[in-house]
């Protein structure tokens, strides 16, 4: 399902486990798909290709080229790689603490939202941007809990069309600008994975407590850990369109032979034609994990 990749998921039991460290802290590009994986493996999607279209990197270290303190905002950097925008969390990878906030990254002058959170430990301190800012825990208990989450805290463009990228329905962290190792991936739209079951019907009914659900509306289904899917005499693969709503129920057009159970999530779909800018802004994109 979405959410962690086969990669990112053996790291953190080996880790878990005591087996290895996790992998060091890497670049990370955002793709997007117009079809997404099909696999934790990351396998089966399609990402766009073609018209200027290319990874956008959303995360990596720079290293300070002189020592700062908590008196000012200002840090001056060994070089400014341009992919560094307003709104980017700033970490010190050296000192291990958090820094602050990017508010100016002009020449090798970074200017911080507020002054420095903390001093450096030497002149060449080694600082992680990222588009994402620290994970907020998760709260409340089962079965009402909110997994922990990190939202955009920055603005991400990718480069102009220059030919249609057709349609736009998922996105994926990967740790390099082409192939490389997918982390994680999950479709458009800032929803949450939720629960449901389904009836045994022509199409299934789902009813499902917690998200409420449009005539028209675009969602995706998965099978939940220790679920099983209602078996079909269709698929339930790929984007599905909501219809039938009434109070918590609706269907998604599949015929089931069977009944079951899974999770279900709204998608957004964005049609992205010749001459058009892609942005996702502060907040619009949202990592989770239980």
Not at 91 to 108: C, K, R
Request: hydrophobic share 45%.
């Amino acid at each position: 399902m979405a959410g962690m990749s086969d990669y990112s998921a053996q790291a953190l039991i080996n880790w878990a486990t005591g087996n290895r460290s996790m992998p060091a802290t890497a670049n990370r590009f955002l793709a997007l798909f117009t079809a997404a994986p099909t696999s934790d493996a990351g396998t089966g999607g399609t990402e766009v290709s073609g018209g200027a279209y290319a990874r956008v990197q959303v995360a990596g270290a720079v290293a300070a080229t002189a020592s700062f303190t908590t008196a000012s905002p200002n840090i001056t950097m060994t070089t400014n790689p341009g992919w560094v925008v307003p709104g980017m969390n700033v970490y010190d990878a050296t000192n291990s603490t958090q820094i602050g906030t990017v508010l100016t990254y002009s020449g090798t002058a970074l200017v911080l939202t507020a002054n420095a959170a903390a001093s450096s430990s030497g002149s060449t301190d080694s600082l992680i941007f990222s588009a994402f800012p620290a994970a907020s825990a998760s709260s409340g208990t089962e079965p009402a809990v909110t997994p922990a989450q990190a939202a955009t805290g920055a603005a991400i463009s990718f480069a102009q069309s220059t030919a249609s990228w057709g349609t736009v329905v998922a996105i994926g962290v990967y740790d390099a600008v082409t192939s490389g190792n997918l982390i994680w991936f999950d479709y458009l739209g800032n929803y949450k994975w939720s629960p449901f079951s389904c009836t045994s019907a022509s199409p299934g009914v789902l009813t499902c407590t917690d998200q409420t659900f449009v005539n028209g509306q675009f969602a995706a289904v998965t099978a939940k850990f220790g679920g099983t899917l209602p078996t079909t005499a269709g698929s339930w693969s790929g984007i599905l369109t909501v219809a039938g709503v009434s109070g918590q129920t609706f269907n998604l057009g599949v015929n089931t032979t069977a009944i079951g159970d899974g999770l279900v999530r709204q998608v957004v779909q964005q049609s992205v034609p010749i001459n058009n800018v892609v942005t996702f802004s502060s907040g619009q994109l949202i990592l989770q994990a239980a």
